[in-house]
């Protein structure tokens, strides 16, 4: 199994950055791909940003591309989502998530998650 732990969650006021990490773990994970999720009260859970351990093909829903940056360090087996110029309505839950070989977008297809991170955007 793969185990993920986040970190980097927190209260930001608008326009300020978070940059979230999440390390994985139990396997190697050279050929898995990385995506980031979040979900806010009352809402389904949505696909922020992916990427594979290799670096290639990152890709962004279109509310945060532009201001997120999705990156990864192999040999740290980490992924990182640097978040900037945040929104209230950034504010979620967010997720780090894994799946072998292919890129994908839908939660559903993700095998392995980590606990989850809040985070809020105020003013």
């Known amino acids: 199994q793969v185990q993920l732990v986040e970190s980097g969650g927190g209260l930001v006021q608008a326009g300020g950055s978070l940059r979230l990490s999440c390390a994985a773990s139990?396997?190697?994970?050279?050929?898995?791909?990385m995506g980031w999720f979040r979900q806010a009260p009352g809402k389904e859970r949505e696909f922020v940003a992916g990427?594979?351990?290799?670096?290639?093909?990152?890709n962004y829903a279109d509310s945060v591309k532009g201001r997120f940056t999705i990156s990864r360090d192999i040999a740290k087996s980490t992924v990182y989502l640097q978040m900037n110029s945040l929104k209230p309505d950034d504010t979620a839950v967010y997720y780090c998530?894994?799946?072998?070989?292919?890129?994908?977008?839908?939660?559903?297809?993700?095998?392995?998650w980590g606990q989850g991170t809040q985070v809020t955007v105020s003013s």
């Open positions: 998530a894994a799946r072998p070989y292919l890129p994908s977008n839908d939660a559903l297809r993700y095998n392995y």
């Open positions: 139990g396997r190697t994970v050279s050929a898995y791909v």
């Open positions: 990427i594979s351990w290799s670096g290639g093909s990152p």
